[in-house]
């Protein structure tokens, strides 16, 4: 049984930059696909971004593109998202799902069907 935490959060300035991390166990993540979700004080749960099982295809919500970059380790059971040029509107608590290819309905370029999450960890972005 997959499981997920989230590490790499904090304190960061406006312009700045976070790398978090969203390590594995339990089982491998080749065959799965990962997403990276966050939530803000008062708001929905939002869809930042995915990458497909395959590791070939990724996709971002409009508002991070260019600025925020998803990357997968197998040998590490390791999915990193790379956040730079950070604003204070990326202030949320941001959580890493997973979806196993051929079990999960999932849609990668909308956020369905995930069904492995994180506790996720906190990125307040603030001068």
């Known amino acids: 049984q997959l499981q997920l935490v989230e590490s790499g959060g904090g304190l960061v300035q406006p312009g700045g930059s976070l790398r978090l991390s969203c390590i594995g166990s339990g089982s491998n993540l080749e065959n799965y696909a990962i997403a990276w979700f966050r939530q803000a004080p008062g708001k929905e749960r939002e869809w930042v971004t995915c990458k497909d099982s395959s590791d070939w295809l990724t996709w971002y919500t409009d508002s991070v593109k260019g600025r925020f970059t998803i990357s997968k380790d197998d040998a590490k059971k390791t999915v990193y998202l790379q956040m730079n040029s950070l604003k204070p509107e990326d202030t949320a608590n941001y959580h890493c799902?997973?979806?196993?290819?051929?079990?999960?309905?999932?849609?990668?370029?909308?956020?369905?069907?995930?069904?492995?999450w994180g506790k996720g960890t906190l990125v307040t972005v603030s001068s």
């Open positions: 799902a997973a979806a196993e290819e051929g079990k999960s309905g999932y849609v990668c370029n909308v956020g369905t069907g995930f069904n492995v």
